[in-house]
């Protein structure tokens, strides 16, 4: 941290072996600093313990909801997600047709100029896992050509055509969504992400402190996928050995919109690689929770952990169908019946025309469980001079029809 460092060792027998700071300043900046820190660990714990039993009932009561007439929400999932499937390959078709700019997702103007490239490492990452989770894998190997232009000169960048800016965690984690799904090559480019954060000191880019430094979260899920891929401890980076989930955190502490959809990512994230390796450890916050409070008899609360991020998200903004999504999952409440449902709900969604690709007059947000929900309102006054890829649809239609 700037400026704490800032420091001097006296050398004098009367002072020996203290640190005097430059001035009070740095001390007060410590003092503040350790207060707030402390404050949010205390708060977290109470809201953790004190919801411990409201996080039981809740996961109950949508476990046992989600369980009704199993053989009818069977088939009106069958029905609705080949309904979803069709109007998905649509998308697809008319985004490969004219919003790729090197193989990776942009939106794009009416006059034929694209933008949002500097967004395009995260959302062509979940578009492949999208094309992934659907099945269709000659689609999803073209996406992650595409995908691996934007490695240039040792750095994962946004898009080739957005060297301007640093690459940001959020980029990272889309990117890290993407080789969940195992793609070509993918303990090369694991290998490729933890030299650039060897290489920059414990960032994933260049860029200042709060874009591009490595968060303990990430560093995480970085170490559980080198476990997982058999990449050599002595190849690890320090900050990724040491890392270790803060979604308790961030979900306590998150707004709605980018910083929520983060955290709903990384969940996911935790989620689908702990799905296939159960054994896997991945530490947390609330582990560290539990240890400190083991002597005092306190009940774990490691094992609510998910289904207590997940509600806090879904609760932040309840028309995201991602959030909802999360939170069903995190309990272990997604069947036939909660997902027949978000599929009709999906369906249902002006944001998301049959006849084209959605355009800034049909909604505010370019992509939706990114932003708040108060940006889905369509804007049917507003002149179209702006069509998105579409890949929010192609998100959500594979996740609730991954098994289809």
Same mark, same amino acid.
């Given at each position: 941290?700037?400026?704490?460092?800032?420091?001097?060792?006296?050398?004098?027998?009367?002072?020996?072996?203290?640190?005097?700071?430059?001035?009070?300043?740095?001390?007060?900046?410590?003092?503040?600093?350790?207060?707030?820190?402390?404050?949010?660990?205390?708060?977290?714990?109470?809201?953790?313990?004190?919801?411990?039993?409201?996080?039981?009932?809740?996961?109950?009561?949508?476990?046992?909801?989600?369980?009704?007439?199993?053989?009818?929400?069977?088939?009106?999932?069958?029905?609705?997600?080949?309904?979803?499937?069709?109007?998905?390959?649509?998308?697809?078709?008319?985004?490969?047709?004219?919003?790729?700019?090197?193989?990776?997702?942009?939106?794009?103007?009416?006059?034929? @100029?694209?933008?949002? !490239?500097?967004?395009?490492?995260? *959302? =062509?990452? #979940?578009?492949?896992? &999208?094309? /992934?989770?659907?099945?269709?894998?000659?689609?999803?190997?073209?996406?992650?050509?595409?995908?691996?232009?934007?490695?240039?000169?040792?750095?994962?960048?946004?898009?080739?055509?957005?060297?301007?800016?640093?690459?940001?965690?959020?980029?990272?984690?889309?990117?890290?969504?993407?080789?969940?799904?195992?793609?070509?090559?993918?303990?090369?480019?694991?290998?490729?992400?933890?030299?650039?954060?060897?290489?920059?000191?414990?960032?994933?880019?260049?860029?200042?402190?709060?874009?591009?430094?490595?968060?303990?979260?990430?560093?995480?899920?970085?170490?559980?996928?080198?476990?997982?891929?058999?990449?050599?401890? @002595?190849?690890?980076? !320090?900050?990724?050995?040491?890392? *270790? =989930?803060? #979604?308790?955190?961030? &979900?306590? /502490?998150?707004?709605?919109?980018?910083?929520?959809?983060?955290?709903?990512?990384?969940?996911?994230?935790?989620?689908?690689?702990?799905?296939?390796?159960?054994?896997?450890?991945?530490?947390?916050?609330?582990?560290?929770?539990?240890?400190?409070?083991?002597?005092?008899?306190?009940?774990?609360?490691?094992?609510?952990?998910?289904?207590?991020?997940?509600?806090?998200?879904?609760?932040?903004?309840?028309?995201?169908?991602?959030?909802?999504?999360?939170?069903?999952?995190?309990?272990?409440?997604?069947?036939?019946?909660?997902?027949?449902?978000?599929?009709?709900?999906?369906?249902?969604?002006?944001?998301?025309?049959?006849?084209?690709?959605?355009?800034?007059?049909?909604?505010?947000?370019?992509? #939706?469980?990114?932003?708040?929900?108060?940006?889905?309102?369509?804007?049917?006054?507003?002149?179209?001079?702006?069509?998105?890829?579409?890949?929010?649809?192609?998100?959500?239609?594979?996740?609730?029809?991954?098994?289809?």
């Amino acid at each position: 941290m700037e400026g704490v460092e800032e420091y001097n060792k006296a050398t004098d027998s009367g002072s020996e072996g203290r640190i005097v700071f430059r001035n009070g300043v740095e001390m007060r900046r410590i003092l503040l600093i350790s207060v707030l820190m402390t404050l949010c660990w205390v708060s977290i714990v109470w809201s953790l313990q004190q919801n411990r039993h409201s996080i039981q009932k809740l996961t109950a009561r949508l476990r046992a909801s989600s369980t009704e007439n199993p053989e009818y929400w069977r088939g009106e999932w069958q029905r609705l997600g080949i309904k979803a499937r069709e109007k998905a390959f649509l998308y697809e078709q008319w985004l490969e047709e004219g919003f790729l700019e090197q193989g990776m997702v942009v939106h794009r103007h009416s006059d034929g @100029r694209p933008s949002g !490239e500097c967004d395009s490492l995260l *959302f =062509s990452s #979940l578009r492949y896992t &999208a094309l /992934m989770k659907l099945g269709w894998q000659d689609k999803a190997y073209q996406a992650w050509r595409g995908i691996e232009n934007a490695f240039q000169n040792g750095r994962w960048v946004r898009h080739p055509k957005c060297r301007r800016k640093s690459t940001s965690r959020d980029m990272i984690v889309g990117l890290l969504v993407a080789m969940t799904q195992n793609p070509p090559a993918e303990v090369r480019r694991l290998q490729q992400l933890l030299n650039i954060v060897d290489t920059t000191g414990g960032s994933v880019d260049d860029g200042p402190f709060y874009v591009s430094r490595l968060s303990p979260g990430i560093g995480a899920i970085m170490r559980l996928m080198s476990q997982q891929y058999g990449v050599p401890l @002595r190849d690890i980076p !320090e900050e990724v050995r040491m890392g *270790f =989930s803060t #979604l308790e955190l961030d &979900a306590w /502490m998150a707004q709605p919109g980018f910083t929520a959809h983060l955290n709903a990512l990384t969940l996911w994230i935790e989620l689908e690689l702990t799905d296939h390796q159960p054994k896997s450890a991945l530490r947390s916050i609330s582990e560290l929770i539990d240890t400190a409070f083991a002597p005092l008899g306190s009940p774990r609360i490691k094992d609510q952990r998910w289904a207590w991020i997940g509600h806090q998200l879904a609760s932040l903004d309840r028309p995201n169908l991602f959030f909802e999504y999360m939170e069903l999952r995190s309990v272990g409440a997604l069947t036939w019946k909660t997902q027949a449902l978000l599929l009709q709900k999906l369906l249902e969604m002006p944001q998301f025309p049959d006849e084209h690709l959605p355009r800034n007059c049909d909604r505010r947000a370019d992509y #939706l469980w990114q932003r708040h929900s108060v940006e889905y309102v369509p804007r049917p006054k507003a002149t179209c001079i702006e069509t998105f890829h579409g890949v929010d649809f192609l998100w959500m239609v594979a996740l609730l029809t991954e098994n289809l």
